[in-house]
């Protein structure tokens, strides 16, 4: 394949960020939407040619002898620490780095065209496209990393972009603490995931990908049998290059940042649940996949967090009432789902079914989540409130919204024939291959979904009308806005009929995906009794609801609070850490260290005033000093010989 396409795919959003960034100030917002729309709209267009040509072409630069091959288009040395040790920067195109070109570039234009109308009078209209260009530009990159150490580059990059965007309403506290919390956060992940790279490349003496994954007995056998605290040095260090995806990915306990990052733009929160960021350790686990099948003890990890982080998530979104909040919660739940999905795999599943519905997954995940994103930027922008409390019957007002959304709901809540409905079951036979448990574990939390998302659409579009709707009448959002709900929601209907396995291959190989009708009717019936439950407490105004609430208020306050995980941070910080580790540490500082410093230098200062007389300038009182001295030092030199 020609360089210049995948070259120009990262030098388009890059060049529209400088452009923007620098000259930004001096154009109308209509020539920076423009410039900003037109520049991912044309790295879509390259996306989509680069992979259709991967997938479609038949080039045998791409498949040999049936199996579709990884390719690094280009691969050139950057740095080199040894002659073995050499980190590369290139593009690498293999069918899930080909599938996530056309996920982030598709969300990111949809994005890019929906801000037109949703931030069109935000002041810091071109800075906002600059930073849009930035995420996107460091989305790309980490997808096509060729090597660990590359992907890290471009993983920091993105939690740069993020912070800004997060924080780009800065003059609201709130946004400047949601961007500082991400930020903090994620960079204490990123440490650990720092150390895993540098103790994988230690021993095996790369960082590419190719060489990591191809081969990865030799990997664990590079290790030489070294352990650490019972467990293999390549498990340490699979099990810290995850800390860095728990991070990214909201996993417990680092989940903390992701529901303030709400304060920034609606748009940015579609574009950070759907396209790469929050994805991005589902990506990195699922880059590595062949490393971590040798490593069950990693893979167990990855499970066990995943699904407690399923449940909780799923749990706190039933008590939202922040609409754009139960998204973010409902992220937290699906990502998890990826991740147990991914973790439950064993290397005798040959097959590569959790692979596969983990990327499947994925891929329609981002779609409908994009869809229910924006949708909620369009409730916002018609009711100016993130409340559902001030919404109710929207149904009559907005009606392109209000199908649009219904239509994600179902799509995430499994309902045939959604896309959510093919990929979920397809998660879901993966897990009861291999453990029954989690099967049924994770279909309770599928239920819980369906009942979360259903209660906000009926609270949303069917509860009683606001009655401030009489001074100031909702209405759909203007066409920039209403296209791209459009567009993602047909694609939320039809993208389960993609022959998704035969396109993003497992070791190259094509795998069918199939409807298994024992796992697929459960889980239609836990969807439909969770849809139902809804429909009968919120589809109309009633007293049921404040009933429950009121039968159980600890589990619900708890739940509303987020079982007070930020507390429990404020707590360990400010009580402990600050208050009494780092207070402790000052008062050594200043009473143990500083004192004795401080004492070394009185000291100082009191001998030199007292021998400053020493350096009169008088030639008869040097003589009398040397002559003192040489009478102290013969005296000395005496002593020592008798």
Known sequence: ???????????????????????????????????????????????YIVAFTYFFSGDSAFIADGIRQQLAVFDATWLAFTDKLVVNIGFLLDPISAMMLVVITTISFMVHLYSWGYMEHEPGFQRY???????????????????????????????????LLIGFFYKLPSAVSASKKAFIVTRFADLGFLIGILLLSFY?????????????????????????????????????????????????PLHIWLPDAMEGPTPVSALI??????????????????????????????????????????????????????????????????????GVARPDLHDGMGYMASMFHLFTHAMFKALLFLGAGALIHAVHSNNYTEMGGLRKYMPI???????????????????????????????????TLWGAW???????????????????????????????KPHDAPWQMSLPLIILAAVSCVAGFIPFGELVTWNGAPYHIRIEPQVATTSLIVAAFGIGLAAWLYMKKNSKPAAMKNAMPVLWKAANKRFYWDEIYMFITHKIIFNIICKSIAWFDRHVID??????????????????????GSI???????????????????????
């Not at 959304?405 to 993966?430: Q, R, T, V, Y």
């Open 595 to 616: 004192a004795t410093m401080d004492g070394f230098a009185k000291v100082s200062q009191r001998t030199s005033v007292a021998i400053k007389g020493m350096q009169s």
């Open 620 to 642: 008869q009182s040097y003589v009398l000093w040397y002559f003192f001295g040489a009478v102290v030092l013969a005296a000395i030199t005496w002593i020592c010989l008798l």
């Open 273 to 342: 649940h759907a396209a790469t960021m929050v994805v991005a350790g589902v990506y990195l686990v699922a880059r590595m996949f062949p490393l971590y099948l040798v490593e069950e003890a990693a893979l167990t990890f990855i499970t066990c967090v995943g699904a407690i982080t399923a449940f909780y998530a799923a749990v706190v979104a039933c008590c939202q009432i922040d609409i754009k909040r139960i998204l973010a919660f409902s992220t937290i739940s699906q990502i998890a789902f990826m991740m147990v999905t991914l």
């Open 442 to 472: 994770m279909t309770m939390v599928a239920g819980l979904t369906a009942f979360y998302m259903f209660r906000m659409y009926f609270m949303v579009f069917w509860w009683e009308e606001n009655p401030h709707y009489k001074e100031h």
């Open 129 to 163: 496209y600059a930073f849009l260009s930035l995420f996107s530009f460091s989305m790309l990159g980490l997808v096509v990393a060729t090597n660990i150490f590359q992907m890290y580059i471009f993983w920091e990059l993105v939690g740069v972009s993020s912070y």
């Open 401 to 435: 919204t209000h199908w649009t959304f219904l239509i994600g709901c179902l799509a995430i809540a499994g309902i045939w024939p959604f896309a959510g409905f093919f990929s979920k079951d397809e998660m879901l036979a993966a897990m009861f291959a291999n453990n």
């Open 204 to 252: 095996t003496n790369t960082f590419n990908f190719l060489d990591l994954t191809h081969n990865p007995e030799l990997a664990l056998a590079s290790t030489g049998g070294a352990t650490f605290m019972g467990a293999s040095v390549l498990t340490w260090a699979l099990v810290l290059i995850y800390v860095g995806g728990m991070g990214k990915s909201a996993m417990m």
């Open 1 to 47: 394949m020609d360089i210049t396409l995948p070259i120009l795919i990262l030098a388009i959003p890059i060049t529209m960020f400088l452009i923007l960034g620098i000259g930004g100030v001096k154009m109308s917002r209509k020539m920076a939407g423009v410039l900003g729309i037109l520049g991912m709209g044309t790295t879509m267009t390259l996306a």
